[in-house]
């Protein structure tokens, strides 16, 4: 139904299906598929605050008519390589090849501004606040929290932005 609006009317909308434009497949064969996650989506459905929030976990699945596991998480607002894996048994195998670090992560930016870094390992610790589902990167080690190591390599330096490869261990 037509409505004409009016100076101060609120008008909400709900996108309950999107198209699957936030990713791009990589590589998929019978075990996995790799998708190149764009920014503004969350990667996994347990993580969704919100009930009409779409997951990118949910428009895979969608696209391949098939259920995934997120092998790992990338931030809702980065984009890059996510791994899913199409069974619970190749999730567990590939989630003890990552922990036995047969399996790397590595990770291509640019930072725009004054970076200070420079080729070399650096050393934090993830402290995690379970109440608040919060992590957070720190040089102090704070109960529970995870020695973290990551080895930087400058490619390009520019006089307003740096570009590096990470590693991390």
Known sequence: KDVILEKGDFVE???IDRDVSY???IYEDDN???VNKTFGIIVSKEDKTKQNELSLQEVVEKAIHH???SLHRLDMNTSGLVVF???KK???KMKEAMKNHEVKKFY???VVGDCKLENKEYVAYLNKNLKLHKSYVSNEKKEGGQEIRTTISVLKKNKNSI???NMQK
């Open 13 to 15: 909308l709900y996108c």
């Open 23 to 25: 990713f791009k497949k």
């Open 108 to 110: 291509l930016a640019e």
């Open 85 to 87: 894996c199409k069974s």
């Open 32 to 34: 996995i598929i790799i």
């Open 67 to 69: 259920p995934v596991i």
């Open 163 to 165: 570009i590096f490869w």
């Open 90 to 92: 190749v999730f567990e």
